[in-house]
Each structure stands twice: as C-alpha cells, then as structure tokens.
C-alpha cells in the first residue's frame, strides 16, 4: 500500500473545527490539567486533534488512558456527548492496574488522598526531597500501590517516566525540583469530569471488555515506539504490540467506529501503517510548546472510518 503523509487542511471561517478552535482559544487557560505527569502526554496536540475531530459521535472510547490529557481537554470543552444526567459518555483504559485504580480514586475523591499528598508534599519541601523520593519509590517495590505513591512518584521523577527493570522493580530517577506542588482544586474538578465513566483495566493490543459500537470515537495513544520505555508496565510494549494495536485500528473501523492514532513519527511506525492499515489518513504535526513556538520532534495523528469535514455549515 502506497501512502502519503499530509498536514491537517486549515480550518474555514464556519466550519465545525474552527468553531471548535474558537472554543479552545476562549476556555484554554480553564481546560482540566492531568492529575498525574506521563511522558509523551498528547494536550500539546490538543488543537490538532480538534482539527480532526469528527463532527459527530456516540461515545468516547480511550484504550491507553495515560495521563488522560485529551480527555480532560476534551470534556473541558464540552466536546464529549454527555448522557440525561450531564456526564460524560465515556470509556477509559490502560494496561496498567494502578493506572485505573487512580482514576477510581480520583473519581470518588477519598479525602485520604488529598491528605496523604499534602503529607507526601510537606515532607518533599521542608526536608530532603531526594530522601523523601527514594523513600517512597521504596515502598512501592514493596508493594505500597496507592494512588497517592503513583501521583507523588510521577510528579517528583524526571520526565515522568515510568519504566520498570527486568525484574520488575521500578526504577526512575527523582528530578532536581527544590519544590513540589499538587493543585488539589484540579484534583477535584478531574473527579467531577470523571463521574459516570467507565474505567478499565485492559490491554490495549486485545482489549476483552470493551465492546465497539457503531459511531464510537476511539482514540488510541500507545506508549511511543522511539526506542525509550520499552519497559512498560506490565509487560515491555515490542514492536509485535505496536503491530497488533495498528491492526486493531483497522479492525474497529470495519466495525463503524471512527479511530484516531497518534504516536511519535518514526520510519518505522509509518510501515507498519502501510502495511496494517488500510484506507487510514497519516498527518504529521509538530506539538505547540507555548505561543507560536513548535517541537522540533514530529507526532503522527492518523484517522480512520471518517473524513475531516472543514466546511462551513449552513
């Protein structure tokens, strides 16, 4: 299969997507941040992905929820259809258990959460924070899994990364922050964007629970394939995993579902693309770092099941 890598057509004065981005340009600064750091989070892209938002969907289905920042700028915008009782008609997962399990916590908003961050916060400021770090990651190999730990770790590490060695100890380097600060009004406004969605752990290559449905948007984000954090919990995601969530994308559109891709724009993602992924449309974007500065490092967005639709509508 022959392909050709496009840019994202501009949006046209009256158009669904420049509506959209007059909608972003109003709300950006109120848009709901991720409750926890990811490498490779994708709301740097989030005015290329309105772009190419399809106009319409039932639902919104995420398999690699990560950090969750497309979601929580999409519901930000009222982007998401929503159900009789106003909340979002969504659909998240991740591969990793305690990815999931933060989300839940978050969703219900345990005030034994808020009040083990402070703590965690309070002993990283006023003490050593390198002390308090190791501390922590510590007890986390030793089977502390509380979402507390997750959201502490992920903050003070560098780059957010996480990444586990061979025999399944976590191992990230704590960052050289003088001062942490968790934004607990953000915690609680990403619980009320959470009510009434559905949250899974799954893997994303064969994921057993989630059932598609005709017009559902699914939006697939793996962990990047540049040869950094192979080692993804719980299992190294390999190229053979790149390969079977790329032919997944090509399933779910025979199924009616409309599917957007993204990851890191590399040869060899793009073969695979070709190679698995019929009738699919390649975009090759550069993420906003602030103001009219752009990465230098490329991103993929590849759709599938539906157009850009960028005209002016009556």
Not at 158 to 184: I, P, Q
Not at 193 to 221: A, C, F, Q, R, W
Request: overall charge neutral.
């Amino acid at each position: 299969m022959t392909f050709q890598i496009q840019t994202i057509p501009q949006p046209e004065p009256g158009s669904i997507p420049y509506e959209r981005i007059g909608i972003l340009n109003k709300h950006l600064r109120g848009l709901i941040h991720p409750f926890m750091k990811c490498p490779g989070g994708k709301r740097r892209l989030i005015r290329d992905f309105i772009k190419v938002l399809p106009n319409d969907f039932d639902r919104y289905v995420e398999l690699c929820v990560g950090g969750g920042a497309m979601f929580f700028s999409l519901s930000s915008l009222d982007l998401i259809p929503t159900n009789d009782v106003g909340t979002p008609k969504a659909w998240l997962a991740d591969l990793e258990k305690e990815t999931i399990d933060a989300y839940k916590d978050i969703q219900t908003m345990d005030p034994e959460l808020e009040r083990m961050l402070r703590t965690y916060e309070q002993e990283y400021n006023e003490h050593s924070g390198h002390l308090t770090y190791y501390k922590i990651l510590d007890r986390w190999n030793k089977g502390d899994r509380s979402t507390a730990s997750m959201i502490f770790i992920r903050q003070a590490a560098n780059h957010g990364a996480w990444c586990y060695d061979e025999s399944g100890v976590l191992t990230m380097e704590c960052s050289n922050y003088r001062e942490l600060k968790f934004f607990y009004d953000n915690l609680k406004q990403a619980g009320k964007h959470l009510e009434g969605v559905t949250l899974v752990h799954n893997d994303i290559t064969k994921p057993t629970n989630y059932e598609p449905s005709p017009n559902d948007l699914v939006y697939i984000d793996p962990p990047p394939a540049n040869g950094y954090y192979t080692n993804y919990y719980p299992k190294p995601f390999l190229a053979r995993d790149h390969i079977s969530t790329i032919q997944y994308c090509s399933d779910l559109v025979t199924k009616g579902c409309k599917v957007i891709y993204t990851n890191m724009d590399n040869p060899q993602i793009r073969k695979w693309i070709s190679e698995y992924w019929d009738n699919s449309t390649i975009y090759k974007v550069y993420a906003n770092l602030g103001g009219n500065k752009r990465s230098d490092k490329a991103d993929l967005i590849v759709i599938g099941g539906f157009t850009v639709e960028n005209v002016k509508t009556s």
